[in-house]
Every structure is written in C-alpha cells, then in structure tokens.
C-alpha cells in the first residue's frame, strides 16, 4: 500500500466488476433453483469435495433485500478502499474475507445450515476501511457505527450467519493491518506473505474440518 502519491487510476474496476458479477449470480438464481443448490454453502457438500462452494456462495443472495444491501454496501466502502490499496490487494482482501467468512460457517455453523451472501466479503471490507483510515488519519467515527450497527443486526436477526460476519472481519482486519502497515522497505515481501499465509491458514482450517466430518460420517 502506497500512503503518498496520487493513484494510477481513480476508477474502481474491481468493485463494479464484483457488483455485476454478484447481480448476474442473482438473475442466474432467479431463474434456475438448481444455480443455488448447486453452489450454496452447505457443510456436507464441502467436506465431500464441492470445495469450490466456499466461495460461490459469497456471489449468491436469497433475495432482492440482501443483495440490494450488500450491494450499497460494496458500493459505498469498495472504490475508496480500491484506490487506497489497488486493484490487486484490494481484490485478495475481497476473496479471502469472503473465503474466511465460509471458513468460520465451516467450523461453526450447524451441519443443516445451507448459507450464502456477500456479507462476509462485505464485513472485511468495514474492518479494512476502518484500519486504512486509521493509518491516513481520516475520522473513522462512521465506519465504526456501521460495523457495530451491523454486528448488532447480525447478533439479533436469527436468520443471519453470524459465523460468515465475523470470518470475514477478523479476516478482513488481519489483511488489512499487514497491508497498511507493512515496512516500507519490505512492503511487498510482507503484504504478499500475508496473503499467501492467510490462505495457507484457512485451508488448513478447511482441512482439519473436512477431516473431522469424514470420521463422523
């Protein structure tokens, strides 16, 4: 992350690319059941090899108010936080909260529990603007009510994953802390050794866990 200098560019591709990806997911719903029975995060499914539903499920939404939400709330949060990091950082920050949010559902969430949404992803993106403000010294007095707005929604509504949240902010927050603070002299060696070991982390997670539910099967 580069705290000086103007942006190479201003336009948050990956943001708006995610939001039409999310949408098309949504219509592709819409419009064939099977689409969401078949990419849903369903534990079974996952420790049976469907590892791949750990992440389409961040992409699927079970209705026109949860994708509208997400969606706002990617809207809002996403190009900010883009041009701060850049393209790339910013879109390993999108997956692996995404991918910790499915993790934490992994390990926690009831066998029965079929979950989707971006909120995982969504919630990781709060914590990292939260930790880039903090470092650019801009007030982060509103990213705060909205988390703990957020977190107060999630802990009350009983419908809601409370495990996918919260993967996906403390994921959030452990990649982010090691882009925004990462010694200038090493600072790609540091960000990208924080990517690679939150990914090798989770899959171990992801690992233990489907091995676990194989010896109970």
């Known amino acids: 992350m580069k705290s000086g200098g103007p942006p190479r560019s201003t336009i948050p591709v990956i943001t708006y690319g995610l939001i039409a990806v999310n949408v098309l997911a949504f219509v592709a719903q819409v419009a064939s059941s099977r689409v969401e029975n078949e990419l849903v995060m369903w534990s079974p499914a996952v420790a049976n090899g469907e590892l791949y539903r750990l992440i389409t499920s961040a992409f699927l939404h079970n209705g026109i108010t949860h994708i509208l939400f997400n969606m706002f709330a990617l809207f809002v949060v996403g190009p900010p936080l883009e041009i701060w990091l850049g393209r790339l950082r910013f879109g390993a920050l999108y997956v692996l909260s995404a991918l910790g949010g499915s993790v934490l559902v992994y390990l926690l969430a009831p066998l029965d529990a079929a979950t989707e949404g971006a909120s995982g992803a969504v919630f990781g993106l709060f914590a990292a603007t939260f930790v880039v403000a903090k470092k650019v010294n801009v007030d ?74 194989l010896v109970l099967a």
Do not use: C, D
């Not at 403390?170 to 603070?181: E, F």
């Not at 010694?183 to 899959?203: D, F, W």
């Open 140 to 213: 982060v007095r509103w990213v705060v009510i909205m988390i703990v707005i957020n977190l107060v929604i999630t802990f009350t509504v009983p419908s809601i994953s409370w495990q996918g949240h919260l993967g996906g902010l403390v994921t959030g927050t452990l990649i982010a802390l090691a882009y925004a603070y990462a010694p200038a002299k090493h600072r790609i060696s540091v960000q990208a050794g924080a990517t690679v070991g939150m990914l090798v982390l989770l899959a171990v997670l992801i690992w233990w866990r489907t091995s676990e539910l």
